[in-house]
């Protein structure tokens, strides 16, 4: 398993931005689909962003557009960018790796509150 650490979350006025950071443990990041993921009150978890090892991106319909998701394989990191916030995108976000073989693994979560 990778052990994956979130921070960057917190509070935000409608309209503000945040940055997501989450820092791996494991030297084989580079191969690894990484990915953030929310869960919101009374809401199942939900892919937001995902970037494979060679750099594609995938986006969920709703945040196209605004946020945006990088990865550094030197530093073993991955970054979501979130821009325009809405009160919708209120949840606990999760960084998740994904690696052939060894499956999933998951962040502890980060609160993100987009609220006035």
């Known amino acids: 398993q990778v052990q994956l650490v979130e921070s960057g979350g917190g509070l935000v006025q409608p309209g503000g931005s945040l940055r997501l950071s989450c820092a791996a443990s494991r030297s084989f990041f580079s191969i690894a689909t990484m990915g953030w993921y929310r869960q919101g009150p009374g809401k199942q978890r939900e892919l937001v962003a995902e970037v494979t090892s060679d750099g594609s991106t995938n986006y969920a319909n709703s945040v196209k557009g605004r946020f945006t998701i990088s990865r550094d394989n030197a530093k073993n990191t991955v970054n979501l960018q979130m821009n325009s916030l809405k009160p919708e995108d209120t949840a606990v976000y999760y960084c998740?790796?994904?690696?052939?073989?060894?499956?999933?693994?998951w962040g502890q979560g980060t609160q993100v509150t987009v609220s006035s």
């Open positions: 998740n790796a994904r690696l052939p073989i060894l499956g999933d693994s």
